[in-house]
């Protein structure tokens, strides 16, 4: 069966549990005391596990304070110049593509749907990344509100759908009776906390790709299909592969192997093709096979009637592939890393943006408390929503139909 199929399965059924415990939840108010009996809540697709509770209040000092909200503060404006930045752009391109009659650029952004917008390789990684920023996120909303005199009622972990989770919860009575300085700090520090791991992240990713710099090679041509009734087909040539050699002449690019294939169109030419097979491995990552094979391609004067010089392959450039030898746990620590960095700085910039339940979208209620411009605060936040889903939208559609 295929793996996208059953990874829709699995997803289905997971969510299919999540709603008939929710229902449960509602409907049975035994069942409901005996998961609070073990700490455990059920919201909607998710299920929550209380794990500690009860942090008293500190103050730090004074310049301690202002260097955490000067923190929080341009953390938050920078992750959402980012944000806006990526998606004013991406309108723009998106309206000057469609008034030109050409397809819609790819998304910016994609919802995380395992098997369907991302490889079942990919599904450990993001998992712990995942698990890892939330958790960072929520720590640095508990740490900066204990510091800042806000006491912690709780906080725990849980399962969104299938994506691990952390959450904290605050005095919210008291919280809301603290003024801006302090509700700028414990907003933004998640934002800033997933900021700093993004980096971190990004820092250490330049060590592991120096580990692995004696397992590449390149570079390559890559088949990545053969057009059905030409010669590559009728010789079986294999996807995914790389071209190494034609006829024992070296071939590394695009213009060598036009060369190569031109040089006899005036008669029936045997081409002997030696190539590596690609396999995928550690994070979906493609590797060189240990052996190589030879395909004999026979290219007759009809053929370059009809096609040219064409033998019917696509193919991609790749400046360097993975050899066989290289270690599993070497990909996937790099694989984790690359992970790391992008789901902590997508955790920042999403929190970040006015969105209604984000950090941003409650910081900006806050700015915006009085009477007098919360409509203001409703219509950027209301616009800003449309917009994500719009975008959101049109990933999720290419995705499907990639």
């Known amino acids: 069966m295929d793996p996208r199929v059953i990874a829709v399965v699995a997803l289905l059924a997971l969510v299919a549990v999540e709603v008939v415990l929710y229902v449960l939840v509602r409907s049975s108010q035994r069942f409901r005391e005996s998961l609070s009996r073990y700490r455990v809540s059920v919201e909607p697709l998710a299920v929550l596990v209380d794990v500690g509770s009860g942090v008293g209040p500190r103050r730090l000092g004074k310049l301690a304070r202002y260097s955490v909200l000067t923190v929080s503060a341009v953390s938050v404006v920078f992750s959402a110049y980012m944000f806006y930045s990526i998606v004013i752009n991406y309108l723009s391109n998106l ?17 995380l749907l395992p098997g369907i917008t991302f490889g079942l390789g990919l599904l450990p990684p993001i998992l712990v990344a995942v698990g890892i920023g939330l958790a960072v996120h929520e720590f640095a909303h508990l740490a900066v509100a204990v510091v800042s005199g806000v006491p912690v009622r709780g906080w725990g972990i849980g399962l969104a759908v299938v ?211 919360r409509a203001v605060d409703r219509a950027i936040q209301w616009t800003t929503v449309a917009l994500t889903a719009l975008v959101l939208t049109i990933g999720l559609s290419q995705a499907l139909t990639h």
């Open 95 to 111: 309206i000057r593509s469609l008034a030109s009659g050409v397809g819609a650029p790819p998304s910016p952004m994609v919802p």
């Open 163 to 373: 994506f691990p989770l952390a959450y904290v919860r605050v005095d919210e009575e008291r919280f809301s009776r603290e003024g801006l300085e302090v509700k700028t700090s414990v907003l933004g520090a998640g934002v800033a906390a997933n900021l700093a791991l993004a980096l971190a992240s990004l820092a250490v990713t330049g060590l592991a790709t120096q580990a692995l710099y004696s397992y590449v090679d390149g570079p390559y041509l890559v088949v990545v299909g053969v057009e059905e009734g030409m010669p590559a087909a009728r010789a079986g040539l294999e996807v995914p592969s790389v071209i190494v050699s034609v006829n024992g002449t070296r071939v590394d690019s695009l213009e060598k192997l036009r060369e190569l294939l031109n040089s006899s169109l005036d008669r029936e030419t045997v081409f002997e093709v030696y190539t590596i097979p690609l396999t995928r491995g550690t994070c979906e990552f493609y590797k060189l096979s240990s052996t190589g094979k030879v395909y004999t391609i026979r290219r007759g004067l009809e053929d370059v009637r009809r096609y040219g010089y064409r033998i019917g392959v696509t193919l991609a450039i790749a400046p360097y592939l993975f050899i066989a030898q290289v270690p599993d746990y070497l990909l996937y620590t790099y694989c984790q890393l690359q992970v790391l960095y992008v789901v902590n700085l997508s955790l920042a910039i999403i929190n970040s943006a006015p969105l209604l339940i984000t950090d941003g979208g409650k910081l900006l209620t806050e700015l915006l408390r009085s009477p007098k411009v």
